[in-house]
C-alpha cells in the first residue's frame, strides 16, 4: 500500500515563506502531487512533480527527490489567502492518487 | 484547467433513502473517474475508480452493493448511495484526472454534502 506523512499544521506570519515537507512509502511510484483545499470546498490542484527537482509556478514551488522518497511544496510571499489544508498526494501507475491527511497552514497578520 | 462539475452540491435525505450523485467532466473525456469520500478535518479517501463502460474498482472496506457506481460515458459518472444512514453523511468528491505530455493533473469536482437524517 501506500503511505504519507505531512505535519498536521503550520503556522506563519504575512510575507514569510514556509516549507510544507511530505515523505511517502509507496510501489509503483510516478509522480507527487500537492493540492490547496479551502474550508468547505474541494481540492484545488497546485502542482505535479514526476522528475527530481523543484518546480517553480508562481509564488509556490515544489521539490521532489526520488531516492529520498520526499518532496515539498513552498509557499512564498504568504497571504491571508493562502490558510488552508495542503495536501500532497502520491500517483501511481496503477493509475490512482493516495492522499496524505493534510497539512493546515494558518497565516497570521 | 480542466473542468469538473457535480450536481447536487448539496442533499439532505431521511435515512434509508438512496441518493444519485452525478459527476461530469466539462470540456474534456475522461476515461477514469474517482470517487472520494472527506469526512470533517480529515483527508480524502478514495472509494472507487470508476471506469468507462466497465465495473468499477472498490477499494478495500468500500461496499459495493452500497456505493453503486456508473460510468455511463466518457463525461458522466454517478455514485448512488443505497439505504443512506447518518453515518454516510459525508462530503463526496469526485475527479478525472489528465495525463498530458508526461504532466499528470486530477481536476476535482465541487462537492457533493450529504446529510442523512
Known amino acids: 500500500g501506500q503511505s504519507l506523512e505531512q505535519p498536521s499544521e503550520v503556522t506563519a506570519v504575512e510575507g514569510a515563506i514556509v516549507q510544507i515537507n511530505c515523505t511517502y512509502q509507496?510501489?509503483?511510484?510516478?509522480?507527487l502531487s500537492w493540492y490547496q483545499q479551502h474550508d468547505g470546498g474541494a481540492p484545488t490542484f497546485l502542482s505535479y512533480?514526476?522528475?527530481?527537482g523543484l518546480e517553480e509556478t508562481g509564488r509556490f514551488s515544489s521539490f521532489l527527490s526520488r531516492s529520498d522518497s520526499y518532496g515539498y511544496l513552498l509557499l512564498q510571499e504568504l497571504q491571508m489567502k493562502d490558510s488552508a489544508s495542503y495536501f500532497c498526494?502520491?500517483?501511481?501507475?496503477?493509475?490512482?492518487?493516495?492522499f496524505g491527511d493534510g497539512t493546515t497552514l494558518t497565516v497570521k497578520p | 484547467g480542466a473542468v469538473v462539475s457535480q450536481h447536487p452540491s448539496w442533499v439532505i435525505c431521511k435515512s434509508g433513502t438512496s441518493v444519485k450523485i452525478e459527476c461530469r467532466s466539462l470540456?474534456?473525456?475522461?476515461?477514469?473517474m474517482f470517487w472520494y469520500r472527506q469526512f470533517p478535518k480529515q483527508s480524502l479517501m478514495l472509494m472507487a475508480t470508476?471506469?468507462?463502460?466497465?465495473?468499477?474498482?472498490?477499494e478495500q472496506g468500500v461496499e459495493k452493493d452500497k456505493f453503486l457506481i456508473n460510468h455511463a460515458s466518457l463525461t458522466l459518472s454517478t455514485l448512488t448511495v443505497t439505504s443512506a444512514h447518518p453515518e454516510d453523511s459525508s462530503f463526496y468528491i469526485c475527479?478525472?484526472?489528465?495525463?498530458?505530455?508526461?504532466?499528470?493533473?486530477?481536476?476535482f469536482g465541487p462537492g457533493t454534502r450529504l446529510t442523512v437524517l
Open positions: 475527479s478525472a484526472t489528465s495525463l498530458a505530455g508526461g504532466q499528470y493533473e486530477q481536476f
Open positions: 509507496t510501489s509503483g511510484f510516478y509522480g
Open positions: 512533480n514526476a522528475l527530481d
Open positions: 498526494a502520491v500517483y501511481t501507475n496503477a493509475g490512482k492518487s493516495t
Open positions: 470540456d474534456f473525456q475522461a476515461t477514469t
Open positions: 470508476s471506469n468507462e463502460g466497465s465495473k468499477a474498482t472498490y
